[in-house]
């Protein structure tokens, strides 16, 4: 099992920026699709990037343009650069594969945006 710890949250006012990490505990070289989830108090956890072992990304509609996904493999780190911050933005931040995504999460990084 690989463990994922998140960082870089903070509070930011509507239209700042903040950059997330996901250090990996392992290498993530060419082996797992990671991705970020978030969840708001009272909603379901929801993908907003997702960035595959082969370097195919995905974003959620409402974050499309706003925030970039990346990943360092010699630091075995994926990264979530989220600029022009909405207030629907707020929710914990989690990354995690799918390959075991039933059975681990961390403790995830609290992201609030708020005037």
């Known amino acids: 099992q690989v463990q994922f710890v998140e960082s870089g949250g903070g509070s930011v006012r509507p239209g700042g920026s903040l950059t997330l990490s996901c250090a990996a505990s392992e290498s993530i070289s060419h082996r797992y699709t990671v991705d970020w989830y978030r969840q708001a108090p009272g909603k379901a956890r929801e993908v907003v990037a997702r960035?595959?072992?082969?370097?195919?990304?995905y974003y959620r509609d409402s974050v499309e343009g706003r925030f970039t996904i990346s990943r360092d493999n010699a630091k075995n780190t994926v990264y979530l650069q989220m600029n022009n911050l909405k207030p629907e933005d707020t929710a914990v931040y989690y990354c995690?594969?799918?390959?075991?995504?039933?059975?681990?999460w961390g403790q995830g990084t609290q992201v609030t945006v708020s005037s």
């Open positions: 960035i595959s072992a082969g370097g195919r990304i």
């Open positions: 995690n594969t799918p390959e075991q995504y039933r059975g681990y």
